[in-house]
T-cell receptor, first 112, second 117 residues
Framework: LAKTTQPISMDSYEGQEVNITCSHN???????ITWYQQFPSQGPRFIIQ???TKVTNEVASLFIPADRKSSTLSLPRVSLSDTAVYYC?????????????FGQGTELSVKP | DGGITQSPKYLFRKEGQNVTLSCEQN?????MYWYRQDPGQGLRLIYY???????QKGDIAEGYSVSREKKESFPLTVTSAQKNPTAFYLC????????????????FGEGSRLTVL
């Protein structure tokens, strides 16, 4: 299984763009990359998923370089409500039967 | 509304007791998962299931048991063999996109907080 490594914490200010990078050096050919957001005492919530290049939705963008050994979640113009823990998840159905392992996550703190 | 429901939200257990946490989904999802989260930590996988009547151990299955008799239900039993069961338990479900070999987004329940007295 691809192991993921993220910064433990990051600080930002309201209105700034935040980029959180996840390293997954042993990512498998069929693995997809998915990011989740978690607030205290709640289950994680899906943000974005991608396989290669760039994916964008209404809340974030995901950048994946050609070698796919890392990925970057980009949050445009963050607000105080974006203070949360962000997890990068790498996996596939056929990789150990769909085992999905979360890393330690990145605790993002947005300040006014 | 479609979603995933966990119960109870809070549960207290005495030493030596087994307890069962319920997880029900009406999303028609194939896969279901149980995670444990300790304070300030990430999520650790206990068990997961991709199909009815089949399930696999995660990284911390010891002291836990599950069943998957119905597609919509995946109960977790915390047995007396689990030495430190006080934690926040999260159940999730997802579709399986077979043609792309990927798991769809995980939908999580609101969690069950278990405390051992």
């Amino acid at each position: 299984l691809a192991k993921t490594t993220q910064p433990i914490s990051m600080d930002s200010y309201e209105g700034q763009e935040v980029n959180i990078t996840c390293s997954h050096n042993n990512i498998a050919t069929n693995d997809y990359i998915t990011w989740y957001q978690q607030f205290p005492s709640q289950g994680p919530r899906f943000i974005i998923q991608g396989y290669k290049t760039k994916v964008t939705n209404e809340v974030a963008s995901l950048f994946i370089p050609a070698d796919r050994k890392s990925s970057t979640l980009s949050l445009p113009r963050v607000s105080l409500s974006d203070t949360a823990v962000y997890y990068c998840l790498v996996g596939t159905i056929y990789n150990q039967g769909g085992k999905l392992i979360f890393g330690q996550g990145t605790e993002l703190s947005v300040k006014p | 509304d479609g979603g995933i429901t966990q119960s109870p939200k809070y549960l207290f257990r005495k030493e030596g007791q087994n307890v069962t946490l319920s997880c029900e989904q009406n999303l028609n999802h194939d896969a279901m998962y149980w995670y444990r989260q300790d304070p300030g930590q990430g999520l650790r996988l206990i068990y997961y299931s991709q199909i009815v009547n089949d399930f696999q151990k995660g990284d911390i299955a010891e002291g836990y048991s599950v069943s998957r008799e119905k597609k919509e239900s995946f109960p977790l039993t915390v047995t007396s063999a689990q030495k430190n069961p006080t934690a926040f338990y999260l159940c999730a479900s997802s579709i399986l996109v077979l043609r792309e070999r990927r798991t769809g987004e995980l939908f999580f329940g609101e969690g069950s907080r278990l405390t051992v007295l």
